[in-house]
């Protein structure tokens, strides 16, 4: 039984190379799920964060580094203020919650911040879907029983997580410099924000199929499968990738368009994806 559903949580998304998950989170109690970290390595975070380690703190470990159990079992370090449970990888969506849900009963709701790590390693063990089902049914179960609920996403992993679960969060952060460029160029030339809006994800591909350095857009777009642009609509898209510092031109030429792709930037391309999926979620 998962208690009473009378809390507010505030839920805050974090994405980017390494997602400042834990800003923000000041409870005295918290309880933890790592897909991505170990306990030793998440534990020692918390030096580094402005309010430091909380008092207790709960650990579901279902990390790849961590040993699968037949059946999960708690431990409690009562001097360190520490109860850990660890699943392993091979834990499906329910169990964790399970665990999550274990660590709750008794506790005033309100009172405790709940964090995820990482949900990138769930994307990627078992598809996108897996971690948006499995980010729907932790707001469904813990959102009226958490202080805050803290998700950290890192760079590299499928966008479409981001505007799939946009709706479901009060804020995202971690791509500040990004958003404030799209939104710029959504501003000054809502044409080209067009292009990108629709094409990113495409143009992202593209450029990382192609094998030239200095390529016209109609070869970036003969390096992609069954493309849904055309070489025009694709050079339209990479020109406002270049605006937003994910790859430059090649300037030595006097004919249609170089692309510059040795100096590609694929994390600038990953936040500005994040970015303009966030903006989309909000319409």
């Not at 309880?31 to 402005?50: I, K, Y």
């Amino acid at each position: 039984m998962d208690g009473p559903n009378d809390a507010d949580a505030t839920v805050r998304l974090a994405c980017g190379d390494r997602p400042s998950v834990r800003d923000e989170i000041a409870a005295e109690r918290v309880v933890s799920v790592l897909f991505g970290t170990d306990v030793e390595t998440w534990r020692s975070g918390w030096w580094r964060t402005a309010a430091g380690p909380p008092s207790r703190e709960a650990v579901v470990d279902a990390s790849d580094v961590a040993r699968s159990g037949a059946a999960s079992s708690t431990q409690v370090m009562a001097n360190e203020g520490l109860a850990y449970t660890v699943l392993g990888r091979g834990a499906v969506n329910e169990r964790v919650l399970d665990a999550v849900a274990s660590h709750f009963d008794g506790v005033p709701s309100g009172t405790v911040d709940l964090v995820i790590d990482d949900l990138a390693p769930v994307a990627a063990r078992n598809g996108s879907d897996s971690a948006v089902a499995f980010t729907d049914r932790l707001l469904k179960r813990f959102e009226g029983r958490a202080n805050r609920i803290a998700l950290g996403y890192s760079s590299g992993s499928p966008v479409e997580l981001v505007s799939r679960v946009g709706d479901s969060v009060d804020s995202l952060v971690g791509t500040d410099p990004e958003a404030d460029a799209v939104e710029r160029l959504a501003r000054e030339d809502p044409t080209t924000f067009g292009y990108v809006r629709r094409h990113w994800a495409e143009a992202k591909r593209g450029v990382e199929a192609c094998d030239r350095n200095y390529p016209q857009s109609k070869q970036v777009h003969a390096a992609l499968a069954d493309p849904e642009t055309t070489p025009r609509t694709l050079g339209a898209t990479l020109s406002g990738l270049v605006t937003l510092g994910a790859l430059d031109t090649w300037s030595e030429t006097v004919g249609p368009t170089r692309y510059d792709l040795t100096a590609y930037r694929p994390d600038r391309a990953w936040a500005i994806g994040v970015a303009v999926e966030a903006s989309g979620s909000d319409d």
